[in-house]
């Protein structure tokens, strides 16, 4: 097949782009100007279309002869974001894909969403029948996910052949989110943390990458589907990650520690410019919003079979420990 990639230097954009390769499959990587990422892709067979999510002629020039689209860009930050340019890499951006994708001749498009799109399900756990209940949203990219989610099932229904994947927490060993968490842990430099009760979804790139091809090879347009091997909390992840890799999980420290220092580093964030760790919407994210899913709807329609959530952390820990050594050797 010939394939289109948005975010193709992204964690999950290069992740999808070896796969496809791995397969026989050709690649278009559709890869900014300014990606700092780009070495993701050195030294792969790829065709690199260099520019930008709204660049509408651009993008329609180069899906003339392209079986598959797969849509994985994507602006993901929380706290004190930029939210213009949220906005016009995740809505403007999708309606962008599906304007171009519609004079295209493409048989499947796949867009990358996020589990995030159903809201805050106070801890229930929900499948992809679920009908979003919080009327506000809880941050910029909660917002922009899902007005581009309605984008994209305004275009399903106006028959473009979309299917929609729903990722949870993407983990991995190169995972630029939490991976460097893991590594301060695993150095003893993470001692304490906040929000041990706090529900975690997880799955592995590379599970959700297949996934997401698995949708393009059998579902029939319209389809959601979410991706996650299952959850847990915090507390529980440090437990199996502090268990493979012989370190003692980190303090929890005390709510009102975390909402306080929350406050403070939020107002010196307004006041500089600067995105902290910690803020109050990190801090509403850590306490107050759960989002519990059940990915088994993938399993049964698209014979998927991700590793499971303590597989995915513990082959993490093996993987940098083995990166320790061998740095440490050489």
Known sequence: MKTFVTGATGFTGSHLVRRLLAQGHTVKALVRPNSKNRTRLSGLDVEVVEGEITDLELICSHLTDVDWLFH?????????????????????????????????????????????????????????????????????????????????????????????????????????????VIENFLKGKLTVWAGGDRITGIVHVDDLVDGMIRAAEKSPPGEHYILSAGDLTTREMFAILGDAGGVAPPRELPQPVVRFSGNVLDTVGRLTGWNPPLSRERVHYIYERCVRVDGSKAQRVLGWQPRSVEQTLREIVAHKLNQTTATSSS
Not at 138 to 148: C, E, G, W
Request: aromatic share 8%; with cysteine; glycine share 8%.
């Open 72 to 180: 994985t860009a994507a602006f993901v930050e929380l706290g004190l974001v930029d939210d213009a340019l949220m906005e016009q890499t995740n809505v403007d951006g999708t309606r962008t894909l599906l304007e171009a994708a519609k004079t295209a001749t493409i048989s499947k498009l796949i867009y990358c969403s996020t589990i995030g799109i159903y809201g805050d399900t106070q801890g229930q756990t929900i499948d992809e029948t679920f009908q979003r209940t919080q009327k506000n949203f809880s941050s910029a990219y909660d917002r922009t996910k899902y007005t581009a989610q309605q984008l994209v099932n305004r275009a399903a229904d106006q028959g473009l052949p979309v299917v929609s994947v729903m990722p949870s927490g993407i983990f991995g060993a190169d995972d630029p989110h939490f991976g460097p």
